[in-house]
């Protein structure tokens, strides 16, 4: 029995002695990998290009890591393979939403879905892609408590296997642009031809360079895509109502300048319309009293 034991010592050992070396190189394989990454962010100025170089050094090192280990343990896949076998099929079960979401990862990774720097809407999430993980994805998220199109600075983590189970709108892969619009009412008596013009001024004054850049990221995706011809000219239309008439204005925007575009037209509208106050008045909601029952009144006592 002694015997026994002092062979299996001795296997270990000799086992431990066998492995040293490869999981040494292993170790300084991963230190390495850390300081490449350290260097990439001190010496590359450009984000994107930082964050692709960070990416690519990790993947391939760890890589490299995994073939090391994998080739440490050739010599005994034979003898693990029943093991492996028996509890693959628990593993698989327990960990399938992690498979789920590394799935989702490799479908991210040659689905062309989303890149970081994409503004997308993921489970419900608007923000800003700023990584992709082999888990998850890290939204800088927009909106919420904050009116616009604005972070909160909240960051939010989505499980990369929601791109199987949701839709995924992406507001600047193919096509970085929106069309936006908005109403105004002009009350009845105005000059409404010269309240359409100064409403066309305006939006065309602050548009004119999304809608020239527009067209050939559009022609593009008409090439690329079934879809018809779009207008990417604002166009302003009316329509009279019970209590005014109401423009609608709309525009095509940088996904990224909705709103601040919005301030820019409404500012240029409140000074056009000031200077013609006498021809074009701005509708509001009114209340007006065309009649009253007469109202008698008795003294008493």
Sequence with gaps: MENFDASLDMFRLETLISYLPVLLLAVLLIAGIYMLRAVAVRSIADTGMRYRARKAIGYTGYFIVTLLLVSMLSSRVAQLSVIIGAIGAGVAFALQEVIASIAGWVALSFGNFYK????????????????????????????????????????????????????????????????????????????????????????????????????????????????????????????????????????????????STRDAIMRSLLTAFDQHKEAVQLGSMTVELVGMPPLTIEKQG
């Design 116 to 259: 970081p720097g994409d503004r997308v809407q993921l489970g419900g999430i608007k923000g800003d892609v700023i990584d992709i993980g082999i888990l998850r994805t890290t939204l800088m998220e927009v909106g919420g408590w904050v009116d616009g199109d604005l972070y909160n600075g909240r960051m939010v983590r989505v499980a990369n296997s929601f791109v199987f189970k949701e839709p995924v709108y992406n507001y600047s892969g193919e096509f970085a642009f929106l069309w936006d619009e908005f109403k105004l009412p002009v009350r009845y008596g105005s000059d409404w031809k010269l309240a359409q013009q100064l409403i066309e001024g305006a939006v065309r004054e602050h548009v004119e360079d999304f809608t020239t850049r527009s067209h050939e990221e559009w022609n593009r995706i008409v090439r690329r895509f079934l879809i018809e011809q779009a207008r990417l000219e604002p166009s302003v239309t009316l329509l009279a109502n019970d209590n005014w008439i109401e423009f609608t204005a709309r525009y095509i925007v940088d996904y990224k300048s909705r709103r």
